[in-house]
């Protein structure tokens, strides 16, 4: 964790309320000062590719507005006040009790308050998400632990018979609105998982939600991937349904990262070779007809194509990224800039990640969510043509300056209005590719 | 009826100015009682997220061309810097000046700090900004999870003026101290006060301070008031430590919205004698009319007032004359700040619109120069039965009533409060920017918008046929104001 933090890339264990706001009819309540709610909604949801409130979010969000009398003579009182009224005003499947720094510090029992709702029979569960806890990578993996343990648990011990679907496959992968693509790339895995026979399970996004959640405990197995965030959610559902769980860590972009994906998820799910060879040839034939009609300007271009790449992103897209664009495109990494606040134990596994991707290419790594730190870092490069820089919208300033190409596409992305784009699997490369090489060439005319 | 602006914090709006956030009755009966000192808070059974006086301090200081903000907080406060960087942006795009990310640096206060104090911690950030931003001041803002553990702010801002030679400013900002996020905004100026505003050097006749956001019309108002032979100084954001230093030397002080600059216009006046102009913010003829005219008796160019007036109503009337005939009868509604807002229903009277209810994110029964806002004893006078109500954009209450009203557009002002009148099929118009409708010229302007957005109302009928509000049955059967408990007594 850098020690200060300029140019912020995620936020703080509350960001989690986006996490609620993504599983359909799901409903953050926050237990939390006036300000919270709107600061990390503009930064996670409006101004980070213009996801906007959807359902119920932004300034609908349910919130105490933690005040002096809350802070001063604790604000149970006036928790269970609003969660009550919560589920009268507001029409839901499932509520959240989130805590912001103020409940947290002055040691508001907020557990005996949702105990008191669910001993009622309603859907109401609770995190301890005080913003000085963590970041909301942090937060996500305390809200899905709450929904696991308070919601799921008694779903599944109720349940005459929960047995296993055989082919059902839970989805975790990048972490919803952090990824401003998250929507676009959740459908895409669930899509490729189709592709080999399986039955994807996307809790979050459209389809998502309450019945999607409560099939979770009925999984084949669970699919992490992601390169660490998720992997305390899938060991607590092991630990809590018996689930396994099949962990690929790197995101997967292109022909190269995607068939190796699905190769390994198929030997990992017992399906037969042949069927996915079948699926993996018809997809890569549909992504070389593209390639190749682009290859002709992609070799002789007078553009003045990038000299090298840098990537400047949460782990997920610095790692899919830069594999894809040395694997299948031929381009030279220079520095890669990983910006999620990984903890200490993953960054030498992700480190390697970045191993053997071309013979005798290996970029060097950082990992840094300080944004003064990678600004003084890119200063101290001297590139010897124009760089292309996929980062976020801050770092188009730095671009600027390094006369370098750039491409937002980690938080925040202000610049852009993010929809259903995906930039996973094969189609993902493709929009990935035309994304960047758009850039390059409204540049100049 | 002063100002302390030798306290180490700002006295918070409930308690200086009588602000409430929840009311439910008519403009009349609130001016009555704003004038009675009469005004009761009533609170809500249910809430939803509103805002906080950390992000109105930290949009003003971090916008100061050549000062940083250290934010001692953990990651989430600095969320709002996103935003922030956006209308940054905006304002380096309209002046031509190239990019750069605003000079915030978040302490990223961890679970350690609230157990053994931050101080030691913010020590570092402050040296690290000073190294990194070269700034001429920095400012510290505060947080909920600093101001309960105690962090001494002022103690350690103290220690390092010595070693960094530059002001080291305390911003009493936490957010669980006022409902009222406007109470940032005096925050901010308060530590202008503290460590960067000087005593003049010298008097400036020509130069009248103008407290805005982001000046989109600064070039507007450079020629008006060119044409009075007096010059604009825009406070804050986009002005320099240097300038901001010398606002004192002003001979009067405009204010684009009374909610945002009643602290620093009444402090100018009283520490330095800068009069501040008590006027209607200059949104459409009435409130132009008064911002020029207060302006005009307190510079002494009141003949030349009068002539720009008449020579730029003269102008409009008859375009004016088009723009109601087509305008007239349309039911409106507005839910706005109480500065803007309550000058703008004025502009919605001069468009010939039928505003039929008024809502205010949060009201001052006064303003710091001791009286009720002149815009709301105006708007008394002209529509004393408007049906008003005040609340922090409680969009369940704000949806409620346009359900039930449903009107021909509804006025907006905050992100995220336009779009839930669109999803009732309302046609929308959201007035982001504080010179909407400025002046006479940006009366017509704005009408013409209005006209614009009543012509192709397909996208807000066909989302609202689409999409599902989150409110229960229940909910959308009740009073809009069932769930707003009875008075009790404030400030």
């Given at each position: 964790m850098s020690q200060f933090v300029e140019q912020i890339r995620q936020v703080c264990a509350l960001g989690a309320m986006q996490t609620v706001l993504a599983i359909p009819r799901a409903v953050p309540i926050l237990h939390a000062g006036p300000g919270c709610g709107q600061k990390l909604w503009s930064a996670l949801g409006e101004y980070h590719g213009y996801q906007g409130s959807g359902y119920t979010g932004g300034h609908s969000i349910p919130c105490t507005n933690s005040g002096e009398k809350e802070v001063i003579f604790g604000g149970d009182e006036r928790l269970r006040e609003v969660t009550a009224n919560t589920l009268r005003v507001i029409d839901g499947d499932l509520y959240v009790i989130l805590t912001g720094c103020t409940a947290d510090i002055v040691g508001d029992d907020v557990g005996e308050v949702a105990r008191r709702f669910q001993e009622q029979g309603k859907p109401v569960v609770y995190a301890e998400t005080g913003g000085f806890k963590g970041t909301n990578f942090y937060g996500h993996e305390r809200v899905l632990e709450a929904i696991i343990d308070q919601y799921l648990k008694p779903v599944a011990a109720a349940a005459s018979a929960s047995a296993v679907e055989p082919g059902l496959v839970n989805v975790w992968s990048v972490v919803p609105y952090q990824d401003a693509f998250w929507t676009g790339n959740l459908q895409a895995i669930g899509q490729l998982l189709q592709s080999i026979g399986l039955t994807p399970n996307i809790i979050f996004g459209p389809g998502g939600g309450v019945d999607a959640l409560r099939r979770v405990p009925k999984a084949q197995f669970n699919l992490l991937l992601s390169p660490w965030v998720g992997l305390q959610t899938v060991h607590h559902l092991e630990q809590s349904f018996g689930t396994p769980y099949f962990h690929y860590p790197i995101f997967p972009i292109g022909p190269t990262e995607t068939g190796r994906f699905l190769r390994q998820l198929a030997d990992y799910a017992g399906i037969a070779g042949e069927r996915v060879e079948a699926v993996i040839a018809e997809q890569e034939a549909h992504y070389y007809y593209y390639i190749e009609r682009s290859a002709d300007f992609l070799f002789e271009s007078r553009s003045g194509l990038p000299g090298r790449f840098v990537t400047i992103a949460d782990s997920f897209y610095a790692l899919g990224i830069t594999r894809f664009l040395i694997q299948d495109l031929g381009m030279l990494p220079e520095v890669q800039f990983i910006t999620d606040d990984t903890p200490p134990e993953h960054q030498q596994a992700i480190n390697g990640y970045f191993e053997n991707i071309a013979e005798g290419v290996r970029p060097p790594v950082v990992f840094a969510n300080d944004g003064g730190e990678v600004r003084e870092a890119l200063r101290a490069i001297r590139f010897r043509e124009r760089p292309l820089i996929l980062g976020s919208t801050w770092d188009r300033v730095s671009a600027r300056e390094l006369k370098g190409y750039s491409l937002s596409?980690?938080?925040?992305?202000?610049e852009r209005l993010v929809l259903s784009r995906a930039y996973a699997g094969y189609d993902g490369a493709l929009r990935l590719t035309e994304d960047i090489y758009s850039v390059i060439l409204s540049d100049y005319q | 009826m002063t100002i302390n602006l030798d306290s180490q914090e700002p006295v918070i709006r409930e308690t200086r100015?009588?602000?409430?956030t929840g009311y439910q009755g008519t403009v009349g009966d609130l001016a009555c009682q704003a004038g009675g000192c009469r005004l009761k808070n009533r609170e809500r059974g249910f809430t939803q997220t509103t805002s906080c006086s950390s992000g109105c301090a930290q949009a003003l200081l971090s916008q100061i061309r050549d000062a940083a903000v250290v934010n001692h907080a953990p990651l989430g406060c600095a969320g709002d810097t996103v935003a922030q960087n956006v209308t940054n942006h905006w304002g380096e795009y309209i002046r031509r000046w190239p990019y750069s990310n605003l000079p915030v640096l978040n302490t990223n206060m961890s679970e350690k700090e609230t157990v053994f104090g931050g101080g030691e911690k913010l020590r570092g950030a402050i040296r690290e900004a000073h190294r990194r931003f070269q700034a001429k001041a920095i400012f510290v803002t505060t947080s909920c999870a600093s101001a309960i553990i105690g962090d001494d702010i002022a103690g350690v801002a103290d220690s390092l003026k010595e070693e960094l030679a530059i002001p080291i400013i305390p911003v009493?900002?936490?957010?669980?101290?006022?409902?009222?996020?406007?109470s940032g905004f005096d925050a901010a100026f308060h530590a202008l006060f503290q460590g960067i505003i000087q005593p003049p050097r010298r008097k400036r006749p020509e130069r009248v301070n103008i407290i805005n956001f982001w000046g989109r019309a600064k070039d507007r108002i450079t020629a008006l008031l060119g044409r009075l032979g007096l010059e604009p100084q825009f406070i804050i954001p986009f002005a320099s430590v240097d300038e901001l230093a010398h606002i004192s030397e002003a001979a009067a002080t405009l204010t684009v919205c009374g909610t945002l600059g009643t602290y620093l216009a009444a402090g100018l006046e009283q520490r330095y004698g800068v009069p501040q102009v008590k006027s209607l913010p200059p949104h459409g003829i009435a409130g132009m009319d008064s911002w020029l005219r207060e302006l005009g008796k307190v510079v002494g160019k009141q003949a030349e007032v009068e002539a720009l007036i008449a020579e730029e109503k003269a102008r409009i009337a008859p375009e004016l004359a088009q723009i109601r005939s087509r305008l007239q009868g349309k039911r409106a509604v507005l839910g706005m700040g109480p500065g803007f807002g309550h000058g703008f229903l004025g502009v919605l009277d001069e468009l010939g619109l039928d505003v039929v209810r008024a809502v205010s994110w949060h009201f001052d029964a006064r303003h710091d120069y001791g009286q009720c806002p002149k815009a709301t004893q105006q708007l008394a006078e002209r529509q004393d039965g408007l049906p008003f109500s005040v609340g922090d954009q409680q969009n369940f209450e704000i949806i409620n009533l346009l359900r039930q009203i449903k009107p021909d557009i509804y006025f907006s002002r905050h992100v995220g409060t336009a779009v839930w009148a669109a999803k009732l099929g309302i046609t929308t118009v959201a007035?982001?920017?504080?010179?909407?409708?400025?002046g006479y010229q940006g009366l017509i302007d704005f009408g013409h918008r209005v006209i614009d957005a009543q012509l192709n109302r397909s996208f807000a009928q066909r989302l609202s046929s689409k999409v599902k509000l989150p409110y229960t049955e229940w909910w959308l059967s009740q009073d809009a104001f069932a769930l707003l408990k009875a008075a009790e007594e404030v400030g």
């Open positions: 596409v980690s938080l925040p992305i202000s | 100015l009588g602000a409430v009493s900002c936490e957010g669980f101290r006022s409902k009222v996020w406007a007035v982001t920017d504080e010179y909407s409708a400025f």
